[in-house]
């Protein structure tokens, strides 16, 4: 199972960001895939799911903001950010499900990926 994380960067508040999932060594289409950060002293934090089936997941401090879909044909999971603030920055990383539910856990992780929000 491999998990690459990309599409992070440097960007202004208020500005927008698309990250990246390319996910290989298994069947995407039978998973969970999930977004987690972690910012610079503080716990990681699940905030993004999609399902197979295309349930979704976020935490409410994105609702509005951060959009997650997958590309089952590329092998891809997206999240596109939008409206980013100083506080979204954070490693990114992508993490494939046990499960095919969103509130299953995870048992892959991938390397992250910076975004950084400028004020």
């Known amino acids: 199972v491999q998990l690459q994380a990309s599409g992070g960067g440097l960007v202004q508040s208020g500005g927008s960001l698309r990250l990246s999932c390319a996910a290989s060594g298994f069947t995407l289409d039978q998973f969970t895939i999930g977004w987690f950060r972690q910012a610079p002293g503080k716990e990681r934090e699940l905030i993004a799911a999609i399902s197979p089936s295309g349930e979704i997941y976020r935490v409410k401090s994105v609702w509005g903001r951060f959009s997650i879909s997958r590309d089952n044909t590329k092998s891809i999971v997206y999240l596109q950010m939008n409206s980013l603030k100083p506080e979204d920055t954070a490693v990114y990383y992508c993490?494939?499900?046990?499960?095919?539910?969103?509130?299953?856990?995870?048992?892959?992780w991938g390397k992250g990926t910076l975004v950084t929000v400028s004020s």
């Open positions: 993490t494939k499900g046990q499960s095919n539910t969103v509130y299953g856990g995870m048992d892959h």
